[in-house]
């Protein structure tokens, strides 16, 4: 296992070992391929099939258990990626932290915030590090917003929207995509993805924890990461009801083979204890235009998607793009040799870029788990709020959050 946990030797590789070989596994290993700095050494899944194709892709060592891989002192492993349906994120996560490795979490951090509280606090009691994945914490559009609300042109911040942001789905041709809200891309029905994204069983939830953790996590953060104090949310289920009524048989079995049963549409609102509100919108299947994600302050606002800024200047209302190529080139130059490096190979959008310097001690990186776990409270609060029919409190998802694993 990974004896230093301040690692400094830039020069040695960082031996990760991925649990799941599924699409996440498969793609992660493709991406840590292209990591300067990152060696998958093992992979593990109860497949030992599929483990045993992706380890032999990569000139990895297989496991039937993430037990085992564990268990196993020859590798030498420094991280654990997480690559299995989120049910699962906590209580591997858990192994894998108490067997002294550091942690990178698929999105959602867990498939509750009691189980995503556990996690965090196996970090915190191992001194290990975690991480949760968010993509769209670097994109350019994430990075000019923050340094527009560093620098104080928003002035204080009292309203961000969770609603759409431009983000890289990282396949292998490194696909641009929308992340938060979309009026037809339901997983698996619409023609892409698995069943498990469908089931609440093995995905925890819908739209809120598919979409929502990266646009919840994006605004939390660009808000200066505020406490929540209380949520209202409501869900939808509209997908199968657009079965029945389609004319496209396929359309209609992929619905009922899925055994969908998760909602494809939240809405909530975060009040925050500093008096900040969060709008959230998440979808796979909505009739509306989309609406950008945006943080508004008392001296100017910027949406993210298209990236405007508004602010008043000379009692001139002002609406203000951004060049932002520009921003982005001349950020790769502040960030040194590597960052010239992340910038002409596309790394530099990748959360597994960022892990991997992170890991090696070459950047301090992002408060991903805690932006991740207050997210998760947030979104609990919205699956809460909707199944009561009033607004949540903080203490009320707090208090179900069970510390002790079942």
């Given at each position: 296992?990974?004896?230093?946990?301040?690692?400094?030797?830039?020069?040695?590789?960082?031996?990760?070992?991925?649990?799941?070989?599924?699409?996440?596994?498969?793609?992660?290993?493709?991406?840590?391929?292209?990591?300067?700095?990152?060696?998958?050494?093992?992979?593990?899944?109860?497949?030992?099939?599929?483990?045993?194709?992706?380890?032999?892709?990569?000139?990895?060592?297989?496991?039937?258990?993430?037990?085992?891989?564990?268990?196993?002192?020859?590798?030498?492993?420094?991280?654990?990626?997480?690559?299995?349906?989120?049910?699962?994120?906590?209580?591997?996560?858990?192994?894998?932290?108490?067997?002294?490795?550091?942690?990178?979490?698929?999105?959602?951090?867990?498939?509750?915030?009691?189980?995503?509280?556990?996690?965090?606090?196996?970090?915190?009691?191992?001194?290990?590090?975690?991480?949760?994945?968010?993509?769209?914490?670097?994109?350019?559009?994430?990075?000019?917003?923050?340094?527009?609300?560093?620098?104080?042109?928003?002035?204080?911040?009292?309203?961000?929207?969770?609603?759409?942001?431009?983000?890289?789905?990282?396949?292998?041709?490194?696909?641009?995509?929308?992340?938060?809200?979309?009026?037809?891309?339901?997983?698996?029905?619409?023609?892409?993805?698995?069943?498990?994204?469908?089931?609440?069983?093995?995905?925890?939830?819908?739209?809120?924890?598919?979409l929502g953790s990266y646009t919840i996590g994006q605004i939390l953060y660009l808000m200066g990461s505020p406490t929540v104090?209380?949520?209202?949310?409501?869900?939808f289920r509209t997908t199968p009801a657009r079965a029945r009524a389609a004319e496209d048989d396929e359309y209609r079995r992929?619905?009922?083979?899925?055994?969908?049963?998760?909602?494809?549409?939240?809405?909530?609102?975060?009040?925050?204890?500093?008096?900040?509100?969060?709008?959230?919108?998440?979808?796979?299947?909505?009739?509306?235009?989309?609406?950008?994600?945006?943080?508004?302050?008392?001296?100017?606002?910027?949406?993210?998607?298209?990236?405007?800024?508004?602010?008043?200047?000379?009692?001139?209302?002002?609406?203000?793009?951004?060049?932002?190529?520009?921003?982005?080139?001349?950020?790769?130059?502040?960030?040194?040799?590597?960052?010239?490096?992340?910038?002409?190979?596309?790394?530099?959008?990748?959360?597994?870029?960022?892990?991997?310097?992170?890991?090696?001690?070459?950047?301090?990186?992002?408060?991903?788990?805690?932006?991740?776990?207050?997210?998760?409270?947030?979104?609990?609060?919205?699956?809460?709020?909707?199944?009561?029919?009033?607004?949540?409190?903080?203490?009320?998802?707090?208090?179900?959050?069970?510390?002790?694993?079942?």
């Amino acid at each position: 296992m990974g004896e230093d946990n301040a690692r400094t030797d830039g020069d040695e590789a960082v031996r990760i070992g991925i649990v799941g070989a599924g699409n996440r596994g498969r793609n992660h290993a493709l991406r840590y391929a292209r990591i300067p700095g990152a060696e998958v050494v093992a992979v593990a899944d109860v497949d030992e099939a599929k483990a045993r194709n992706l380890a032999d892709s990569h000139g990895a060592e297989s496991y039937a258990s993430h037990a085992e891989m564990l268990a196993d002192a020859d590798l030498g492993l420094d991280a654990v990626n997480l690559c299995v349906h989120a049910p699962l994120h906590a209580p591997i996560g858990v192994d894998a932290l108490e067997a002294g490795t550091d942690v990178f979490c698929e999105k959602p951090m867990a498939d509750s915030y009691a189980a995503a509280r556990r996690l965090s606090e196996a970090a915190e009691r191992t001194g290990q590090r975690l991480a949760v994945q968010n993509q769209l914490l670097y994109t350019v559009e994430t990075r000019a917003a923050k340094a527009v609300a560093d620098a104080g042109e928003l002035g204080e911040v009292y309203h961000g929207v969770a609603g759409r942001s431009r983000g890289w789905a990282f396949d292998v041709e490194n696909t641009e995509v929308a992340m938060g809200a979309r009026r037809r891309g339901t997983p698996y029905v619409d023609g892409y993805g698995s069943p498990a994204f469908a089931r609440e069983e093995s995905a925890g939830g819908g739209a809120v924890y598919d979409l929502g953790s990266y646009t919840i996590g994006q605004i939390l953060y660009l808000m200066g990461s505020p406490t929540v104090e209380r949520v209202r949310g409501e869900t939808f289920r509209t997908t199968p009801a657009r079965a029945r009524a389609a004319e496209d048989d396929e359309y209609r079995r992929r619905v009922e083979q899925s055994g969908y049963d998760v909602e494809d549409v939240g809405v909530g609102l975060v009040t925050f204890e500093d008096g900040s509100v969060l709008s959230v919108r998440a979808s796979w299947s909505r009739y509306q235009e989309d609406e950008s994600s945006a943080v508004v302050g008392t001296r100017g606002g910027v949406r993210l998607d298209p990236f405007e800024y508004y602010s008043t200047v000379g009692d001139v209302e002002m609406r203000a793009s951004a060049d932002l190529e520009e921003f982005r080139f001349r950020q790769q130059y502040l960030d040194g040799e590597r960052g010239e490096m992340a910038y002409r190979s596309g790394l530099a959008a990748d959360p597994l870029y960022h892990w991997v310097e992170g890991l090696a001690g070459r950047t301090d990186p992002l408060p991903t788990a805690e932006l991740g776990l207050e997210a998760m409270l947030a979104m609990d609060g919205i699956y809460r709020s909707a199944g009561l029919g009033r607004e949540v409190t903080r203490e009320e998802v707090v208090e179900d959050a069970d510390p002790t694993p079942e």
